[in-house]
């Protein structure tokens, strides 16, 4: 497990480690995610985990917002920039209970939002996940 110089890493260090992790997917991929904002939130809020029907905030670690790529067209100009926000006190504790390097962690959840921008579902990124090739599956 990776040794920071602190007790819980910053929103700052999740930021630089979800950075990198889309910096680091192969470039056909990395060409279309230029627009994508990654946001660091403590939890989901109330509103939030009510539109996705989970009760716990201790269960979402990540969410992808905005239109699948399939999705987008150059009429929609009032659509807000694509979003992934990763929620820290979840993945804290998800870190320190399965001690899972912190990078890897943020990667899987950054990866797995990143599938919804190219417009798969849970399901799908499930079973892709769920397959021999995936880092981690």
Do not use: C, K, N
């Not at 110089?5 to 260090?13: K, Y």
């Not at 699948?68 to 694509?82: I, K, N, R, Y």
């Not at 990143?114 to 849970?122: A, E, T």
């Amino acid at each position: 497990m990776a040794r920071y110089p602190f007790a819980s890493p910053d929103t700052a260090m999740f930021e630089r480690l979800a950075r990198a992790a889309l910096d680091a997917l192969p470039e056909p991929f990395r060409d279309y995610l230029g627009d994508v904002v990654i946001r660091v939130e403590e939890f989901a809020d109330a509103e939030t985990l009510d539109v996705m029907g989970i009760d716990d905030p201790w269960e979402l670690t990540g969410l992808y917002h905005g239109r699948p790529l399939s999705e987008q067209s150059v009429w929609a100009t009032a659509d807000m920039p694509p979003m992934i926000t990763l929620y820290r006190a979840p993945l804290l504790q998800e870190w320190r209970e399965t001690r899972v390097e912190l990078a890897d962690l943020i990667t899987h959840v950054v990866v797995h939002e990143v599938g919804h921008h190219f417009g798969l579902s849970d399901d799908d990124m499930h079973r892709i996940e769920d397959d021999d090739g995936w880092p981690g599956g």
